[in-house]
């Protein structure tokens, strides 16, 4: 069974700041693997997806995450930190067989002026 | 236009009744889901459809019942609400289940509170 494991609920960074989510996986086949945004009452929104092309990804928003197998991470990251970017972000992983997604337990990112 | 669309966006009702929502997408996708998101937000598979066929149940208990009148609709119907089914509803789809490094477009979500 596939699983995903972030770790942090929470990350506080101060505007301008590094971002840096984790995201590890369990998977016993290859994965496909996502990072979604989801903004307050809102629905989810893809940023970038791994799909074995290449194992640094680039997203929307500045965003990008790097696949490393031997560590099975897929860890989410942005230089520079802006106020929007304040949000819920979830890694999910792709079942190969029905493309249900099951997902981290998500990170809140909060960003201070 | 909306891709995937959701009504209603907030259902307030009692327990013991029933309740539907409905989630349409217009972007001719072959492959619905529905996911429930708790009070934590954690986010959980419940149902996927594959052109109007179930595909996937994930333990959910029978008083949930999917329906897709077609490709582009898959409605949500619940009977006997529980106070546990209190949480928000994501309609979702994505291009063909044979794919599944496919994105997959979400709905606005469906904030359901049973008193």
């Known amino acids: 069974a596939q699983s995903v494991t972030q770790l942090g609920s929470h990350v506080s960074v101060s505007e301008g700041a590094l971002v840096l989510l984790r995201c590890n996986y369990s998977?016993?086949?290859?994965?496909?693997l996502f990072w979604y945004v989801q903004y307050p009452n809102q629905g989810l929104q893809l940023l970038l997806k791994?799909?074995?092309?290449?194992?640094l990804v680039k997203g929307i928003n500045g965003f990008e995450a790097e696949f490393k197998k031997s560590e099975t991470s897929f860890h989410l990251t942005k230089p520079s930190a802006h106020m929007s970017d304040a949000a819920e972000y979830f890694c999910?992983?792709?079942?190969?067989?029905?493309?249900?997604?099951?997902f981290g337990k998500g990170t809140m990112l909060l960003v201070s002026p | 236009d909306t891709a995937v669309s959701q009504t209603p966006k907030y259902l307030v009702t009692q327990m013991g009744n029933d309740k539907s929502i409905k989630c349409e997408q217009n972007?001719?996708?072959?492959?619905m889901y529905w996911y429930k998101q708790d009070s934590k937000k954690f986010l959980k598979i419940m149902f996927s459809?594959?052109?109007?066929?179930?595909?996937i149940n994930e333990t959910v208990p029978n008083r949930f019942s999917p329906k897709s009148p077609d490709k582009a609709h898959l409605n949500l119907h619940i009977n006997s609400l529980e106070l546990g089914d209190s949480a928000v509803y994501f309609c979702?789809?994505?291009?063909?289940?044979?794919?599944?490094?496919?994105?997959?477009?979400f709905g606005p979500g469906t904030r359901l509170t049973v008193l």
């Open positions: 999910a992983v792709s079942d190969s067989g029905y493309s249900t997604l099951t």
């Open positions: 972007l001719g996708h072959d492959t």
């Open positions: 979702a789809s994505s291009q063909t289940l044979a794919e599944p490094y496919n994105e997959q477009f």
């Open positions: 459809y594959n052109n109007k066929e179930l595909i």
């Open positions: 791994y799909t074995s092309a290449a194992t």
């Open positions: 998977s016993s086949v290859p994965p496909y």
